[in-house]
C-alpha cells in the first residue's frame, strides 16, 4: 500500500467518525431551532440530559424498528422506551412526531396524554403538529388491531376541536387540513346532520369574528381565512344535503331557519342566487345557474349595466 493512500484511508476514517457523531446529534439541535428555543445557555446538566436523550432515542429507533407493528401486546415497551426520552429531555421534537404516532393506534390514551403534556411545553408552543396529532387521534375511534372488537378509543370530537384550534392558534396561516379539521370535528361534536352542524358551526364562528373583542373568551376564538366563501359553499350544501348514496334530500326546517338567518346576515352584500346561492352578476335578472329570479343589481338609472367597479356609467356619464 502507498504512504498517500494510507492517509486517505485515515483521512475516511476520521470522516465517517465524524459524520456519525453528527447524526447521532444533530436531532437535538433540530427540535431547538423549531421550537425557536431562545436561550441556548446549556447547563452541564441539561447537556448530559440531552445526549441520555440522544441514546434513548437511538435505542427506541432500534427496536420500533425491528418491530412488524406496533400493536397493544408490545405498545407497554415502546411507550416506556418513549416516556424515558421525553423525561430526559422534554423538548425531544422527534419522539412526540414519529414517536408519539407509532403508539397512537396501540395505546391512544396514552399517546393523548403525552402530547398534551407537550402542548403546555414553553418551548415547544410554536409547534403546529403536536395539538394537531392529539386532535387527529381523538377525532378516530381506534379498534385493537388484534381483536377489532376491542375499541381502544371512541372518537371524542369536542376534545379533539378544542386541539384543531390550538393548532390554529399557534399557525400564522394555517394549513387547510388543519382549518377543515377543525370545522369538521366541531360540526360532529354538534351531532346532527353533517351539512347543517358545519353550517352553523361556521355562521359561530363568524359571528365571532365580528363580535367585539370582550365578548369572546380568547381560548375559544381562531381566525378561519376564507369564512365568507366557505360559508357560500357550506350553505349550498345545507340547502340540498344528500343522504348517504348521494341522493338529494329534504334539508330539515331548522336547516332553512339557519339558511335563512345566514343570507340575511352574512350574504346581505355578496349578490348571491337565493335559490341557489351562487353570483350573480350586474344586471342579472334571473340566475345563470338555477334560472331562479335574482334581485337586480349594478344597472344605473338610465337602464345600462355597470361594469365592474365602475364610478361612472358608462351610457350616460352619471357618478354612482
Ligand atoms: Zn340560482
Ligand atoms: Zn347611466
Known sequence: MKKDSFFRLIIMIVALGAASYLAVHLTPMQSEITAERKDLTKAPV??????LA???????????????????????????????????????????????????????????RILENACSNEYLKNNVQIPFYAGF?????IVDQNNPDKVLSEPDYAGATRFFRMAIQRSTNPEPYII??????????????????ILSV??????????????IAEMEF????????????ATRDAKYPTDENGKLVAPSANALKLITAVQKEV???????????????????FCARCGGGVPVWGVCSCGAVLKDGATFCSGCGKKQ
Not at 441539561?46 to 445526549?51: E, I, R
Not at 381562531?222 to 359553499?233: G, L, N, T, V, Y
Not at 351562487?278 to 335578472?285: A, F, I, L, R, W
Open 267 to 285: 350574504f346581505a352584500d355578496n349578490h348571491l342566487c337565493p335559490n341557489c346561492i351562487s353570483q350573480t352578476h350586474p344586471g342579472d335578472k
Open 222 to 233: 381562531c381566525q378561519i381565512p376564507d369564512i365568507e366563501a366557505r360559508m357560500i359553499k
Open 54 to 112: 440522544d441514546v434513548a432515542w437511538m435505542r427506541f429507533v432500534n427496536y420500533a424498528g425491528g418491530l412488524s407493528t406496533i400493536d397493544t401486546t408490545n405498545v407497554d415497551k415502546v411507550s416506556e422506551m418513549l416516556r424515558k426520552i421525553i423525561s430526559y429531555d422534554p423538548n425531544f421534537l422527534e419522539s412526540y412526531q414519529s414517536g408519539i404516532l407509532s403508539i397512537s393506534n396501540a395505546d391512544p390514551k396514552l399517546a393523548v
Open 180 to 197: 377543515s379539521n377543525y370545522i369538521r370535528s366541531k360540526a360532529k361534536a354538534r351531532g346532527g346532520d353533517e351539512s347543517h352542524a
Open 137 to 141: 387521534i381523538l377525532s378516530r375511534k
Open 202 to 215: 361556521l355562521y359561530d364562528e363568524w359571528k365571532m369574528t365580528k363580535g367585539k373583542k370582550g365578548e
Open 46 to 51: 441539561a447537556g448530559l440530559h440531552k445526549f
